[in-house]
């Protein structure tokens, strides 16, 4: 154990800069936020796409059926931006969709964290993923050993961070982190310890869990862990087990000391964190043990500086398991109620009375529900709870599942919170977070009638459209852009934004006359900033800083518009027959015109092998490699495939 002292801790924390997500019910932070306040449910009907829930359903237990046919799911997990990472679309058929909403996910936390991706090529940051699942490929080896392709080598769980590493240019830690549910909340100390250790300048942490296979829940059927009718009941006398969740979660952490210096957005502070092992004090290794419980608990609270007793809020693990919730509870009510004002209980809650179980990529999303509370000031309802469990002592110990929406106390000092997460690999991990200083956060001046560039761009033009509509919603009237300096937005925009190759630049001297420009309103002519802006949208790299003098704050800017394909292994497409059309969606990685080469478009000397292999099964004729080497253009592409179909 690191037996820190209450001094160094400050020097110690870790900011949490940046957030992402896509769970059940919600695309991002903000849409779960507005889930959780408004008390909604977002489990339902298994979808057919997923496995026939109904087929294997039984009310009663019967081996081989599943207790419940309800879940919590992720909509289009097909649907990929594989122009935007450079994929041609087998490829993309081809991955985990693990993977691909994982790049996807972490790429809008990098945005949220305001890191230019470019900046972060080479360094030493590091990547943490928990993960127990790999369903897409065991349901594709299940098909026969003629489905074991090369390209099954892609989905080994041991690449989910490898493919983060790699498209980023990471160059520190990037590992898979597997305590069964307590994953990625160990994924999250182990971010803490890299970057506390020097090892990292940033870390990614990463959970991710979908469901694509029935068989863990035929298990945790057998085994009285499975909730029969999809709610997870958190601490109520009726709790039967859990529903289980997707989820694709990732945090950007920083070292405090290195956020504040670099004017980083600071969403929270992790103040302390600990793991551990039940090891043999629980009968069996998959009975979950109070002492280990208290162990970590007090380990935690030790590292973080801080008195169990000043906590405010703890997200619990809090599955709805009859055996489980009780000890949990008991576990906190001991640490953290020990000296604790009865005036003031501590508040437990559980984000899968919510969004269900989302098992390894769990304790992410109870962090980010944990620091959406700090930030609002507030705990939403934990649901599904009519009687408390009998085996908690709820007259002695200090503690309060919210039935309603609750304030967090005002105390004079920055609210406190933790969250847990169990597994049964009997690994606990309990992480201490606190609300970030309110006096760092700066007020909106009035606007003085200068003139700002807002300065935008995407991979696509299609996305830069997308791109400018959300911008216009954002500067205008009810837009979040309203709470923000227009100067700190056109300065984030423009510093903490990758500039891709399509551009757009407009200038303005207020939030409605930029929303205007973005709109298509006339220019006012003459400012002479408008040159900059046609440099900017010429694709002139611009030296900002010198543009913009003072350094502006940074303030959160709309994310990245996908512009996302459905990819899915075995799907026929309608170009099946044009042999161009089918070799391009295939094989290129870009968008392209008529004139582009072959090359460019990511068509190299190792793809033209493939496709003329490809080629040969396809037209059931000899095709000459020599002669398809010399084309150069997609157009003479398209030419000769329509003499090689002609002549087929």
């Not at 993977?99 to 991706?117: H, P, S």
């Not at 405090?256 to 964190?273: E, F, H, M, N, P």
């Not at 007020?443 to 009638?449: I, K, L, N, R």
Request: proline share 6%.
């Amino acid at each position: 154990m690191n037996r820190s002292r209450v001094s160094d801790v400050d020097a110690r924390s870790v900011a949490v800069i940046g957030m992402a997500c896509r769970l059940p019910g919600a695309s991002g932070p903000s849409e779960l936020w507005a889930l959780l306040r408004n008390g909604g449910n977002s489990i339902r009907q298994t979808p057919r796409e997923r496995f026939d829930a109904d087929a294997l359903h039984s009310p009663a237990p019967r081996q081989g059926r599943i207790a419940s046919r309800r879940a919590g799911y992720i909509d289009d997990i097909a649907g990929f931006d594989a122009e935007f990472f450079g994929m041609s679309a087998t490829e993309a058929a081809e991955l985990d969709p693990q993977q691909r909403l994982l790049l996807m996910t972490a790429w809008d936390a990098l945005e949220d964290a305001g890191q230019r991706t470019d900046l972060l090529a080479g360094s030493r940051s590091a990547v943490f993923v928990g993960n127990t699942r790999a369903d897409s490929l065991e349901l594709t080896l299940r098909r026969g050993p003629e489905s074991a392709t090369a390209a099954q080598l892609n989905n080994f769980r041991s690449v989910l961070p490898a493919r983060i590493s790699h498209f980023f240019d990471f160059r520190g830690p990037s590992i898979v982190v597997d305590t069964a549910c307590s994953s990625s909340l160990v994924a999250v100390h182990q971010a803490v310890q890299s970057l506390r250790s020097g090892e990292s300048p940033l870390a990614l942490a990463a959970g991710v869990n979908l469901a694509l296979r029935p068989d863990e829940s035929l298990v945790l059927t057998q085994a009285g862990g499975m909730s029969s009718d999809g709610r997870c009941k958190f601490g109520d006398a009726d709790a039967d087990g859990y529903a289980p969740s997707d989820a694709v979660a990732v945090v950007v952490l920083k070292r405090l000391t290195d956020a504040l210096a670099d004017g980083d957005r600071i969403r929270a502070v992790i103040r302390g964190s600990a793991i551990g092992n039940d090891g043999r004090s629980s009968d069996t290794v998959l009975n979950p043990s109070l002492a280990g419980q208290l162990d970590v608990l007090r380990w935690a609270y030790q590292d973080a500086g801080l008195d169990p007793a000043d906590v405010d809020y703890v997200e619990a693990h809090g599955s709805g398991s009859p055996a489980l919730d009780p000890l949990e509870l008991n576990a906190l009510g001991e640490v953290l109620g020990a000296g604790r004002p009865t005036d003031r209980p501590l508040l437990v809650g559980s984000v899968k009375t919510n969004i269900g179980h989302a098992e390894a990529g769990a304790g992410l999303a109870g962090l980010i529900k944990t620091v959406l509370c700090l930030e609002h000031g507030e705990v939403p309802a934990s649901l599904n709870l009519s009687t408390p469990h009998p085996r908690v002592d709820w007259d002695r110990l200090p503690l309060v599942i919210p039935a309603t929406l609750q304030q967090l106390p005002d105390l004079g000092r920055p609210n406190i919170a933790g969250v847990s997460g169990q597994g049964s690999s009997a690994l606990n991990a309990h992480v201490v977070l606190r609300e970030f200083d309110a006096k760092a956060t700066h007020a909106v001046p009035a606007p003085d009638g200068t003139p700002y560039v807002l300065a935008i761009s995407a991979h696509s033009a299609a996305a830069l459209e997308d791109l400018a509509r959300s911008y216009n919603d954002y500067l205008g009237p009810g837009g979040l852009g309203g709470s923000y300096a227009l100067r700190d937005i056109c300065y984030s925009a423009v510093t903490r934004r990758l500039h891709h190759e399509y551009r757009m630049a407009v200038v303005g001297s207020s939030h409605e006359e930029l929303a205007a420009a973005l709109a298509g309103a006339p220019a006012v002519a003459g400012r002479p900033l408008s040159a900059l802006a046609d440099r900017y949208r010429g694709g002139e790299e611009m030296d900002w800083a010198t543009v913009f003098g003072e350094p502006g704050h940074y303030v959160p800017l709309p994310s990245y518009p996908w512009q996302t394909k459905r990819h899915w292994p075995g799907e026929q497409h309608d170009d099946e027959n044009d042999l161009a059309a089918w070799v391009l969606r295939e094989h290129a990685r870009t968008s392209f015109e008529d004139g582009s080469t072959l090359t460019d478009i990511g068509i190299d000397s190792l793809a033209r092998l493939r496709i003329v292999v490809e080629l040969v099964k396809r037209c059931q004729r000899d095709v000459d490699p020599e002669e398809f080497g010399r084309i150069r253009t997609v157009g003479e592409l398209r030419q000769w495939t329509r003499a090689l179909q002609a002549a087929a």
